[in-house]
Nanobody, 116 residues
C-alpha cells in the first residue's frame, strides 16, 4: 500500500491550498483517513480525519478553516485549507488504516509554508 501526498507549497497568510492524497494497493480498503502535521520542534498532531461513512473530526486549531473529504471509489482524500496562518506551517502527512486488517499507512509528507 502506498500513500502519495501532493499539493503543498508556499502561500501568504489568508490564502488557500488544497492537499491531496492518492492511495494505492491491492486489497486495500481504507477506513480511517487522516491528515497529520508536524512543525519543527513539535510533535505530530492530528489535523483532520474522515471515516468511511464520512464522519469527520478536526483539530481545534483548524476547525472552521479546513475541510477534509474523500472519494472511496478513487481512494483519494483531499484537505481544503482556507484562511491559512503562519502557524499552519508544517509538513503535512496523509494517513490511512485498513478496514479489515487495521494496518496503518503513512504518506511521505508535503511541505506547507505560510508567510506572514
Amino acid at each position: 500500500v502506498q500513500l502519495q501526498a501532493s499539493g503543498g507549497g508556499l502561500v501568504q497568510a489568508g490564502g488557500s491550498l488544497r492537499l491531496s492524497c492518492l492511495m494505492s494497493g491491492n486489497d486495500f480498503s481504507p477506513n480511517e483517513m487522516a491528515w497529520y502535521r508536524q512543525a519543527p520542534g513539535n510533535q505530530r498532531e492530528l489535523v483532520a480525519r474522515i471515516f468511511r461513512d464520512n464522519r469527520t473530526t478536526y483539530g481545534d486549531s483548524v476547525r472552521g478553516r479546513f475541510t477534509i473529504s474523500r472519494d472511496n471509489a478513487k481512494q483519494t482524500m483531499d484537505l481544503h485549507m482556507n484562511s491559512l496562518k503562519p502557524e499552519d506551517t508544517a509538513i503535512y502527512y496523509c494517513f490511512a488504516s485498513d478496514l479489515w486488517t487495521m494496518s496503518r499507512y503513512w504518506g511521505q509528507g508535503t511541505q506547507v509554508t505560510v508567510s506572514s
